[in-house]
C-alpha cells in the first residue's frame, strides 16, 4: 500500500521518441548553444499525497480555504477545461471514423 492507504500504481515510463531527422546536420550554427533540457508531458491524473501534482489535481492543505478572484469578469473569451477535453474526444472519435466512400 501507497501513503495515505491507496494502492501505488506502477506507472509506465515516458519518453519522447527519436528524432526523425538529424536537425543538428541541418543547421550546424545553433549547435553551439545546445544544452541539456526536460520535457514535461503533463496528463490528467488524481496524484497520491506523495505524488507530484503537476497535470493533475493539486494538493491544498485541507485547513486552507482555496484562494478565489471576486473581482468581476467577461464571459465572453475562453474555454472551460471540461469543454477543451470535450472537444478533443469529438475530434479524436472523427480521426477514427472510416471516411464515407460517397462524399
Do not use: N
Not at 23 to 38: I, Q, S
Not at 41 to 52: E, I, N, T
Not at 90 to 96: C, G, M, P, V, Y
Amino acid at each position: 500500500m501507497a501513503v495515505g492507504g491507496c494502492p501505488k500504481v506502477t506507472r509506465m515510463s515516458r519518453t519522447t521518441p527519436p528524432r526523425p531527422l538529424d536537425a543538428e546536420a541541418l543547421f550546424p550554427e545553433p549547435a553551439a548553444y545546445r544544452g541539456t533540457t526536460t520535457r514535461l508531458h503533463p496528463r490528467p491524473g488524481r496524484p497520491y499525497v506523495a505524488d507530484s501534482s503537476v497535470g493533475g489535481p493539486l494538493l491544498w492543505p485541507a485547513d486552507e480555504p482555496w484562494p478565489v478572484c471576486t473581482d468581476p469578469h467577461s464571459h465572453t473569451r475562453g474555454l472551460r477545461p471540461a469543454d477543451v477535453h470535450r472537444q478533443r474526444q469529438i475530434l479524436a472519435s472523427a480521426w477514427l471514423r472510416e471516411p464515407d466512400p460517397y462524399l
